[in-house]
């Protein structure tokens, strides 16, 4: 019988899982986007804005479930490397709400440049997917900074 701290740590690694891997899609799906008219551009944006949801749900698992790790767990939250997470993960926080919606929103209302808005998706996609990196190999490697 697997116990509750194992179990907890599973979920979080599968909700690490889905924070980071839809990103991947992403980029083929802003590259595709550059090319194509605005009919085939409606399709393209709802795969978007599902990739974005289902990151910013598994997110909140991943916090939630970290969280708790915590407060069951041998690790206190004062922890080197739990400390860096939480620091690395509020500017992540700010940027996914920030870049991706924002992006969302601005996409359809007349005036915007496409090519603009494509390449501040993919920038912001980028820093996303570099600072989940980070905080990554901190959970993995728990290095000790102080
Ligand atoms: C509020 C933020 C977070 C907190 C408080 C937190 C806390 C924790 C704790 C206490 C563990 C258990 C370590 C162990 O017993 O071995 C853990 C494991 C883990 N966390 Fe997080 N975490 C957070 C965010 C993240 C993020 C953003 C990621 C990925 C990008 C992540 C990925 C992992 C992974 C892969 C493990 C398993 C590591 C191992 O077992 O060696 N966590 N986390």
Redesign the pocket.
Known sequence: MPDF?GTM?FI??VS?ML??GPLFILMPIIKRLRGVGRDIEGAYLSVINVIIRLVMHAGHV??IS??I??LV???PWYTSW?VM??IV?GVSAVFLATGFTRVLRVFNSPGTSKRKMLNRLNKTSWIYIGL??I??WL??L?PNFW
């Open positions: 701290y740590v979080h690694v690490a924070s980071i991943l916090v970290g969280i790790l915590l767990g041998p690790w739990v997470t939480v993960m989940m990196l905080m990554l959970m993995v728990k």
